[in-house]
Antibody, heavy 118, light 110 residues
Framework: QVQLMQSGAEVKKPGASVKVSCKAS????????VHWVRQAPGEGLEWMGK????????TYAQKFQGRVTMTRDTSTSTVYMELSSLRYDDTALYYC???????????WGQGTLVTVSS | QSALSQPASVSGSPEQSITISCTGT?????????VSWYQQHPGIAPKLIIY???NRPSGVSDRFSGSKSGNTASLTISGLQAEDEADYYC??????????FGGGTKVTVL
């Protein structure tokens, strides 16, 4: 099992960017797919994209194409999600999650609250 | 990519069985068995309870079971208990190598 620890809450202005980190512990992280999922207040879960174990391939939801970038630092077992051109409706709890197979969301971080406010 | 369709709410009495459906297109399910279900209690990260249509991770109660027929997947909770009151989400790995979530179903134990 992998433990995922995310960075702290952020408050950003509209139009700004935010970068959230997700640091993993556990020896299987090198073969681990990482996904990002967000949840707006009172709403359901929304998939944003994923990055493969080596960091060489990303797949993004069409909705976020052009605004989201996921990267991976294998030396520190950390994955990053950067979302640009923030809007008020990007206010949400952002989770990193993943597993050994690309379709699994077996382990979850604690979530990072991103608030977009002027 | 539109969300998979789930009923907004399902309720049942203790010890009853309930079933939550999850309907999508052929593209959503991709002809594969990469359907998962997640349980989320308020204020807590989701928990994987069913993967690859019908498999339970270690430690998940056998009261949870999953199935799939065509473009509809289902989660059945048998012997409903108070602790099962939560939101439930289905996901599927699509033909575009993306994941799509259902809109979520709130389960209420009467």
């Amino acid at each position: 099992q992998v433990q995922l620890m995310q960075s702290g809450a952020e408050v950003k202005k509209p139009g700004a960017s935010v970068k959230v980190s997700c640091k993993a512990s556990g020896d299987t992280f090198s073969i681990y797919y990482v996904h990002w999922v967000r949840q707006a207040p009172g709403e359901g879960l929304e998939w944003m994209g994923k990055i493969n174990p080596t960091g060489s391939r990303t797949t993004y939801a069409q909705k976020f194409q052009g605004r989201v970038t996921m990267t991976r630092d294998t030396s520190t077992s950390t994955v990053y999600m950067e979302l640009s051109s923030l809007r008020y409706d990007d206010t949400a709890l952002y989770y990193c999650t993943g597993g050994r197979l690309k379709q699994w969301l077996a382990d979850w971080g604690q979530g990072t609250l991103v608030t977009v406010s002027s | 990519q539109s969300a998979l369709s789930q009923p907004a709410s399902v309720s049942g009495s203790p010890e009853q069985s309930i079933t939550i459906s999850c309907t999508g297109t052929s593209g959503d399910f991709g002809g594969s068995n990469f359907v998962s279900w997640y349980q989320q209690h308020p204020g807590i990260a989701p928990k994987l309870i069913i993967y690859d249509v019908s498999n339970r991770p270690s430690g998940v109660s056998d009261r949870f079971s999953g199935s799939k027929s065509g473009n509809t997947a289902s989660l059945t909770i048998s012997g409903l208990q108070a602790e099962d009151e939560a939101d439930y989400y289905c996901t599927s790995y699509t033909t575009s190598s993306t994941l799509v979530f259902g809109g979520g179903t709130k389960v209420t134990v009467l």
